[in-house]
């Protein structure tokens, strides 16, 4: 089976999650992109970037487990999208140390946090959930061992 290309998979991605927005309304593709382009930024490789695309894919039941394992994708592309992939109820110190133990997948997490994070992103969003979240993401830095805004 031949892998996937990076353009494939961006299509692929921007398929399974078209009519999807964030929480501030915007299409979900441009979060995607930003994490995708975030890793290529930070030096990550293709299998990496490809991760970035599908990241929240499975959490977000754009894609299954199951398509997950038969696509023709390398077998570290599929453990880091497994690894990024909330579990329902799962204390934010178990993801971190699976995030860890998956080599590639800090790098990825670490473009995600920081799109997330991004100013520009939560000031659009009431106070509230902006405080919420901005808590949620400098968490999680210092769990995966980054505190500082990147």
Known sequence: MTELTLAQVEDLARHAHAGQTDKAGR??????????????ARGGDAEQIAAAWLHDSVEDDALTEEWLDGAALTPRTKAIVLALTKRPGEPPEEYARRILATPGAALVKHADLAHNADPARLAVLDGPTRMRLAEKYTRMRALLGRPEEE
């Open 27 to 40: 299409p979900y593709a441009e979060h995607l992109a930003a994490v995708a382009e975030g890793v290529r």
